[in-house]
């Protein structure tokens, strides 16, 4: 019985090595990694202590025995992950530009990794949380629906939804105006949204943070946790509003640190945390995340974070 369940696109990532290549040049590549952003934060979520059960796809390939060895070894259960016999696991290619910002090329359309297992009304029997995010629900047409379906069978058992927005222009066709009405039937059951700045913008329209997280509580959130990269994280409830400025790290990859963030505060919620100390678990979670290349590899063990937190308390 798992306090989580995940489900979404798994796939392996192949990064540039050196900032400012971009992917259509010849330049050498590191990987592979795991990587999902759903795989991330049911990685992270279980190094946290928690357990997690986790619904994708691979192929019968090297990338997807990878990607299984690795979660199983951080105690994601995988029962969920299953191997699609004739198609590949997915693939991102990432490169990094000189501004910070990334290039990503996916292929996911015809792989595993749009497809997902059957979510059985019984998977949700003891859980507490049914994490997504909007890159699933942008990743192929079944996959949206098997969400959509996920989300209403969780509803009706009593689990909550978090949701992170997590929009990638490189899946989505149709722009912010699909965005928003691909998200919408999640956001309609979500107790728990996790949008980064642009993303809060492009759902609600709204320039100022705390009037977008406002928007989204009246949909029907409980908590809005809204991701500031360097400037830190913006927590939003019916009765308060929180700022928590990031930690000082040396940043390496970006590449999955709003998953680790994401992982944190659903465990924050699940340990029934005053929001200061879930909001100190989550943006630590969110800091070391960048601080190792590859998008799995930034999540920590629980023990190693509250070192972490120990050191430095979160700043205000």
Sequence with gaps: MSDIVVAGEVLAEIMRKRVGAPLDVTDDF????????PAIFADQAARLGHAVSLFGSVGPDGFGRFIRARLEADGVDTSGLQTVPGLATGVAFVS???????????HLGNAASGVLPDLAPDVFAGASWLHLCGSSLAGSEGM??????AASVAARKGCKISYDPNLRPELLQGGLKKFRRLSEPILRRASLVLPGRDELQALTGRD???????DLLEIGAKLVAVKLGAEGALFVTAEEVYACRAFPVRAVDPTGAGDCFDAGVVAGLLEDLPLPELAALANACGALGATVMGPMEGAFFRNEVDVFLRK???PR
């Design 30 to 37: 590191a990987g592979p990694f795991a990587s999902g952003a």
């Design 144 to 149: 949206r629906h098997a969400l959509y379906h």
């Design 208 to 214: 100022s943070v705390e009037e977008g997280a406002r």
């Design 312 to 314: 430095q308390p979160c």
């Design 96 to 106: 990094y530009r000189d501004d910070g910002s990334r290039e990503f090329l996916f």
